[in-house]
């Protein structure tokens, strides 16, 4: 089975800055894509960035010019750099695995909280 461990998550001040990393390991086959959600409380679990295999990237609208999802293939680890950071990105973030061949992964979250 496949793991992803997560990290980074905290507390900070509006304009600030966290970078979380997830690293995964186990049985990775044929991997399709990864990226990074996050859900806030009583909100919808949304996708906030997202990364393939090759290093093409895109983000939801809200955190574009702010946040970027790199990844260190070698290492099979992808990280979130958050910057200027705002209250309404308060959440709990999960990293994201799937494979091709219908294998899906879910990191155990990670709280972001951002006071104002």
């Known amino acids: 089975q496949v793991q992803l461990v997560e990290s980074g998550g905290g507390l900070v001040q509006a304009g600030g800055s966290l970078k979380l990393s997830c690293a995964a390991s186990?049985?990775?086959?044929?991997?399709?894509?990864l990226g990074w959600y996050r859900q806030a409380p009583g909100k919808q679990r949304e996708l906030v960035a997202i990364?393939?295999?090759?290093?093409?990237?895109n983000y939801r609208d809200v955190v574009k010019g702010r946040f970027t999802i790199s990844r260190d293939t070698a290492k099979n680890t992808v990280y979130l750099q958050m910057n200027s950071l705002r209250p309404e990105d308060t959440a709990v973030y999960y990293c994201?695995?799937?494979?091709?061949?219908?294998?899906?992964?879910w990191g155990q979250g990670t709280q972001v909280t951002v006071s104002s």
């Open positions: 990364i393939t295999p090759g290093g093409s990237t």
């Open positions: 994201y695995l799937a494979t091709l061949g219908s294998r899906e992964y």
């Open positions: 186990g049985n990775i086959f044929s991997l399709l894509l």
